[in-house]
Nanobody, 116 residues
Framework: VQVMESGGGLVQAGGSLRLSCAAS????????MGWYRQAPGEHRELVAT???????NYADSVKGRFTISRDNAKNTVFLQMNNLKPEDTAVYYC???????????WGQGTQVTVSS
């Protein structure tokens, strides 16, 4: 499975961005898709995930500001980011989890920069 992100960029604090991630290849084994981020000098951390059935999970730091959604028919996941803060600045990675024992698939990442 290949995943590719799009939609990053530079935005002022308080602004919004929408990230998209499309999965291709052997997608029928995917059960969960999500977004992770990594800021300079930091570990990669979970932002939000969504299962095939629509169950979502968010990091506490983004609850109420970010919304994850999914188009199962198109194997695409979206991350709507509102009220962005400078601390949201990071490279955002899309992740697709498949049934065991298949490995996770990661995208190349897309840069999100929030200026104060």
């Amino acid at each position: 499975v290949q995943v590719m992100e799009s939609g990053g960029g530079l935005v002022q604090a308080g602004g919004s961005l929408r990230l998209s991630c499309a999965a291709s290849g052997t997608t029928f084994r995917i059960h969960t898709m999500g977004w992770y981020r990594q800021a300079p000098g930091e570990h990669r951390e979970l932002v939000a995930t969504i299962t095939n059935s629509g169950t979502t999970n968010y990091a506490d730091s983004v609850k109420g500001r970010f919304t994850i959604s999914r188009d199962n028919a198109k194997n695409t996941v979206f991350l709507q980011m509102n009220n962005l803060k400078p601390e949201d600045t990071a490279v955002y990675y899309c992740n697709a989890k498949r049934t065991f024992p298949l490995p996770d698939s990661w995208g190349q990442g897309t840069q999100v920069t929030v200026s104060s």
